[in-house]
């Protein structure tokens, strides 16, 4: 109170907690008793920040101080976050540029592996090594693991770095996968004369030709200067596999001149001696071959004419779940921050619908395999390994064969499968490119061999027609549960963010082929738990009768006791339903319901036999108004056995 101005008439008082019930977050209510019974007391109110991990920046801080100007002023506000049901957030205003002349921002797209966020810090190292300027570094990752989208936000400048947000207003943007430009809104607040680099797999002509008209127009009316770089292939030539990280941070120091670019070549190279020395002379001499050739950047001419395109219109899927739809396409382009809190109505236990994984559709790969079906055995390997269920067996009758997309392939089913056509389909959106498919053929004459992602455009609706329309006809085969039977069966959990190759995934595929419409999952914390259900994304999903796995993350890293109380809860659970049938036994209830209850009791701790015996309890019970069968009813979720895994 000694320093405090006797000329403030209010004050906004921020929190970043919420405290629902109270009078008021905690720093809010302790300002305000400070006030408590003094004279010309200031208006005081109170707001959070910073929920849900969201970024505060200037503009939103501008908007609290516009809120302090207006006669009645909003109290207990949210900053940050599109507030359309309680109405508590104030307005989410454009964002504004605060840093000091001299302050450099960069922006940089990369995929999880790709090397972009190390390369980066190795950025910041030499700028902050080789100069005088101030450094500053914040990476956001995808939770998708190797594969998953990265942001790296570099600033430099000649004085300190005051900003601890997100960069916003980029002086620099490099993106470094081709398929980001059609997903996220890559050039979102770059500055006017900016700098766009862009890894492309394009010639200039086919670049111009393929960019989005969205992105040519804002490089016309913000006058950005473009570039072009194919990391992609210059890695692929010269040994690196999809690592693309030297090449692409070579052309940064290139093109933005942020320091001189002998310098940048010398220092990324003594980074790149001491971080891959001990690996050996070809790994370095590789990744210098890598710098030299970053400087091969392309400037493309930008028309003016550009300027007048229209931007894409973005239209939203209708032919997917309403969640899938306004939360998780939004999320998966990078517009999470965006989605306002009445699309969560309906979901405030957090519980997220399973089997969304298979609505994105990313196309991260750059090879997937292509299936050649003269050379097949039909021994379903490459399916079994697969480590995101992304290749399968389908077997489809003569007129499924007759209605499938133009130039499908089959070969005639062998063994069990005679009188079917066999075909293995690969859903190339859903592939990230490992091979392991293409390495675990036993085939003399490989049946799959990777190909460019270009050119298997014709076999996303293919897909489409495999799993939708001819579906998985594990009951056709022999019940004997070999590796090739097994892959007849629809995996109940496809497409996660596991790693490329991951060695994990492809068993619990498997075992969800085996038992998954009747398994309870435990997971505990770790890569299990982010591919298996990170927001948006759920991995685990149903067949065609609604049945899989249950799945839930404990936080506390206690999944055995975890799991452990799920069984001993589903126990409690199913032999009441036992005690009730036992009663019922000797009750007035039908001749017909005695006999499969008596057949449930008897098959109770049987997988398969509860199975059959409780759609014959369903079926009997739904005619019965006594009390007990509307008991068991209520329970006839817990009728088949269930396989509670840790």
């Known amino acids: 109170m000694e320093v405090f101005p006797e000329t403030v008439k209010k004050i906004a008082v921020l929190d970043r907690t919420k405290e629902p019930g109270a009078n008021g977050e905690p720093l809010y209510i302790d300002v305000r008793n400070l006030f408590y019974g003094k004279e010309n007391t200031p208006e005081i109110i109170g707001g959070r920040y910073g929920l849900s991990s969201k970024d505060t920046t200037p503009a939103h801080i501008i908007s609290v101080f516009d809120n302090l100007r207006k006669k009645e002023l909003k109290n207990h506000f949210t900053i940050s976050i599109i507030d359309d049901v309680t109405f508590t957030s104030l307005p989410i205003l454009e964002d504004v540029v605060v840093a000091p002349e001299g302050s450099y921002e960069a922006k940089f797209y990369g995929i999880g592996g790709d090397g972009t966020v190390g390369a980066n810090k190795n950025s910041i190292k030499i700028i902050g090594e080789s100069t005088d300027k101030y450094c500053q570094a914040y990476f956001e990752y995808d939770s998708k693991k190797s594969g998953g ?39 979102k607040g770059i500055k006017k004369g900016g700098t766009f680099l862009l890894n492309s797999i394009w010639d200039e002509e086919e670049t111009k030709n393929k960019l989005p008209d969205s992105i040519k127009k804002t490089l016309a009316e913000k006058e950005i200067n473009f570039y072009i770089i194919n990391a992609t292939n210059i890695a692929e030539e010269i040994g690196l596999g999809y690592r693309t990280n030297s090449i692409t941070q070579s ?9 001189p670019y002998d310098l940048s070549v010398k220092e990324m190279k003594e980074l790149i001696q ?22 091969d950047v392309n400037k493309i001419d930008v028309p003016v004419e550009w300027k007048h395109l229209e931007p894409e219109v973005r239209e939203k899927r209708e032919d997917v779940p309403e969640f899938v739809r306004d939360v998780a396409d939004r999320i998966n382009r990078l517009e999470g921050d965006q989605v306002p809190v009445s699309a969560f109505i309906g979901r405030e236990d957090g519980s997220f619908p399973a089997g969304t994984t298979q609505y994105e559709k990313r196309g991260i790969a750059v090879n997937v395999p292509e299936w050649i079906p003269e050379y097949c055995i039909q021994c379903n390997q490459c399916a079994y390994v697969c480590p995101h269920a992304a290749i399968r067996p389908f077997l489809l009758t003569d007129e499924e064969l007759k209605n499938a997309p133009e130039g499908t392939k089959t070969v005639e089913g062998k063994g069990g499968i005679k009188g079917y056509h066999y075909k293995i389909q690969v859903s190339v959106l859903d592939c990230t490119g490992c091979s392991n498919c293409a390495d675990i053929c036993p085939s003399k004459e490989k049946a799959l061999v990777m190909k460019h992602l270009e050119t298997q455009d014709v076999e996303i609706k293919r897909w489409d027609y495999m799993d939708k329309e001819v579906g998985y006809k594990e009951n056709v085969v022999p019940k004997d549960k070999t590796i090739k039977n097994s892959q007849f069966a629809k995996p109940l959990f496809e497409f996660s963010g596991a790693c490329p190759g991951c060695g994990e995934t492809p068993y619990i595929k498997m075992i969800t082929q085996l038992y998954g419409d009747r398994m309870m999952i435990a997971n505990a914390t770790g890569c299990s738990s982010i591919y298996g259900g990170t927001a948006p994304s759920s991995s685990y999903c149903t067949n065609d009768k609604g049945h899989g796995p249950a799945w839930a993350n404990s936080l506390f890293e206690d999944n055995a006791e975890y799991a452990y109380g799920m069984a001993k809860g589903v126990s409690h659970l199913r032999n009441r339903i036992a005690l009730k049938m036992k009663e019922a036994l000797n009750d007035h209830i039908s001749d017909a319901a005695k006999d499969v209850f008596k057949e449930w009791i008897d098959n109770k701790d049987n997988a398969e036999g509860s199975r059959v015996a409780s759609e014959k309890v369903l079926e009997v019970l739904k005619d019965e108004k006594s009390s007990v069968a509307k008991e068991i009813l209520d329970l006839k979720q817990y009728l088949v056995k269930k396989s509670v895994w840790a």
């Open 149 to 187: 989208s990265t942001i790296s936000h570099l600033r430099f400048g000649d004085h300190p770095i005051k900003s601890i947000y997100y960069v916003n207003t980029p002086d620099f943007i490099a993106c470094h996968v081709p398929a980001y430009l059609w997903k996220f809104d890559i050039l």
């Open 251 to 259: 052309a940064f120091f290139k093109v933005s001149e942020v320091i």
């Open 274 to 295: 001491k971080t891959y020395g001990m690996k050996g002379e070809k790994i370095v001499s590789m990744n210098w071959a890598a710098i030299d050739r970053g400087g």
